[in-house]
């Protein structure tokens, strides 16, 4: 602004000056030109007087006289006769000069008496004035001057001009710098933040009171919009879902705690592109379906957990403006659905194989088609088979009711005498094998289901002895302090590999499947064990070294909150 002052200012002074040199040069010009018009008069009235008085004697007396002055006078007499030979000249001798008898100011003077003219000369950038008068007798006298043009009254001053122009500018430039800085200071510090307190320019008074104003309507607007953020990073910093916010161009405009957890991003990512927070193909695509067809989603693992990512087009008046991102973990779910899977393939698996051999069997008894001598072996092998499926859907039926969070009632439960008749419902299958089992501790009491509890030492122990070597050893042992009871069931058998320890309570997962149905396992053993112990709100220990045995422990509490 101060600059345009400035230039207008001297633009202005610029203009002033050089239309005022321009009315001056003209006035002047035409002063002086009306002064020397008049003069020319005067005297060619006076020749006039002294030709017809004295003839030609009168001219050569003016013409020595000006002469003895020093120079040529600045104006000059012609004295002409009717038929236009020149009489008298002061500047050329009379016989040199060729016939005036042309000349307009001549003609017009032997009309009317009187005349005059104005001739050019543009290579002398100057004008000659001619006036003329009819004499008695018949004679024409005329006298003229040599009278410069504007241009030539310019060119003649042309250096007063530019000093006095240069100067003119100087001094504009300087007067309008202090103008313009003079008019912009009270501007340059005007309070905005308190439009109301300056003491200003009165025409900006309206201005000023339109700024107090919307001062005013953006402070509350933006204390609207911050109590809002406040209330939306509220909300989204308690979801237990990721949320991420990006614009039309892929940069994010927020991310809640759980979205950073997520991809491992914090809020500096704010303002940048999303491939800064991840560059995975999958979600480029889904973000751009999002774009384009209004919704997109995938799934990917990280930090060793599943995530499901929604991704939802933001529109605003009929265009799409952002995207939304919400993030789900699904790990549980996912695990759910995969446990679901194989526990239906692997039921359907074990379900088939006992009842190949049943129908294998039935089929060849009821053909004929077995020995009489066989016939007790194939019944014996129809009726293992059976029982196999009994105990497989006994187990299936445990596992649904302990999935499912059946409600029993609880009771005081004696570890110690469970685990006694644990180990004496075993003891004929353990001396088979040639397998001491023994059972020592003390008596521990807790709250529980004493089916379900006996069933958890049943299977540990069950699992001790198929899985024991000839002439080993099963030691059941029950302690307890005030706040917890531990059963601890050790074997000297083939102990469990490293790589396969945090398998063995899934379900129908077994080291050794050939070994495991030689014994009639169902593969659900351990993983009844795990959901008991779950179901008590108990945790499992396991230490093992392959082929010296296996320990597992069960911790269970003395007393429980809520009733299972």
């Known amino acids: 602004m101060t600059k345009k002052i400035f230039r207008s200012t001297l633009m202005v002074a610029a203009a002033v000056l050089a239309a005022s040199l321009v009315i001056v040069l003209g006035c002047l010009y035409d002063y002086f030109g009306d002064v020397q018009e008049h003069q020319l008069k005067d005297k060619l ?35 002409v006769a009717s038929d236009g030979t020149v009489l008298f000249d002061t500047h050329v001798p009379a016989e040199e000069m060729e016939n005036h008898g042309s000349r307009i100011e001549i003609r017009e003077a032997l009309l009317n008496g009187e005349s005059s003219s104005v001739r050019y000369s543009d290579t002398l950038t100057q004008r000659t004035l001619y006036y003329a008068c009819a004499l008695e007798g018949g004679t024409v006298l005329r006298v003229s001057a040599s009278q410069a043009t504007e241009l030539a009254l310019v060119l003649g001053m042309l250096q007063p001009i530019l000093v006095i122009g240069i100067l003119a500018v100087i001094l504009s430039a300087v007067l309008a710098g202090r103008v313009a800085k003079r008019i912009v200071r009270p501007l340059n510090s005007l309070d905005l933040d308190h439009p109301l307190d300056n003491d200003a320019y009165e025409e900006l008074a309206p201005l000023l009171r339109r700024i107090h104003q919307q001062r005013g309507q953006i402070s509350a607007q933006l204390r ?71 919704h997109g989603s995938t799934r990917s693992q990280r930090g060793g957990r599943e995530y499901q990512f929604d991704l939802s087009r933001i529109e605003w008046s009929g265009a799409a403006v952002g995207v939304v991102l919400l993030a789900f973990d699904v790990t549980e779910q996912a695990g759910a659905e995969r446990s679901r899977r194989e526990f239906t393939a692997n039921v359907s698996h074990e379900l088939k194989t006992p009842l190949q051999s049943i129908l294998g069997s039935a089929e060849l008894l009821k053909n004929g088609l077995v020995k009489p001598e066989d ?36 009771e005081p439960v004696n570890l110690l005498e469970i685990a006694e008749n644990a180990a004496d419902a075993l003891r004929g299958s353990a001396e088979k094998k040639h397998v001491r089992i023994s059972v020592a501790g003390e008596p521990v009491q807790i709250s529980g289901v004493g089916t379900f509890l006996y069933e958890m030492v049943y299977n540990l122990c069950d699992n001790a002895v198929k899985y024991n070597v000839e002439n080993g050893s099963v030691e059941v042992t029950v302690s307890g302090s005030d706040q917890e009871a531990v059963i601890t069931v050790r074997d000297t058998g083939i102990g469990i590999p490293p790589e396969y320890q945090s398998r063995i309570f899934e379900r129908f997962f077994r080291v050794d499947k050939s070994r495991s149905k030689a014994s009639g396992g169902t593969g659900l053993g351990l993983s009844i064990v795990k959901h008991i112990a779950q179901y008590h709100h108990g945790t499992i220990g396991l230490q093992s070294e392959a082929g010296k045995g296996t320990v597992i422990s069960v911790t269970l509490a003395r007393t429980r909150e809520h009733e299972g």
């Not at 072996?377 to 129809?382: D, H, K, P, T, V």
């Open 45 to 79: 009235r006076l020749a006039a007087c002294g030709v017809e008085e004295s003839g030609q004697d009168y001219l050569d007396r003016l013409a020595a006289r000006d002469s003895g002055h020093g120079g040529s006078p600045d104006y000059r007499l012609t004295w």
């Open 224 to 294: 609207e919009l911050r109590a809002k953020t406040d209330e939306f990073e509220q909300i989204t910093g308690h979801m237990s879902e990721g949320l991420v916010v990006l614009d039309r161009e892929g940069a994010v405009l927020s991310v809640n705690p759980a979205a950073q957890a997520v991809f491992g991003a914090d809020r500096s990512c704010i303002g940048r592109s999303f491939l800064t927070v991840d560059r995975t193909p999958e979600m480029s695509q889904a973000v751009r379906t999002a774009l384009e067809e209004g």
């Open 375 to 410: 016939i007790p072996r194939f019944s014996s092998l129809i009726h293992g088979e059976a029982s196999r499926l009994v105990t497989l859907v006994d187990d299936i039926i445990h596992l649904s009711q302990l999935d499912e969070g059946v409600s029993l009632a609880l």
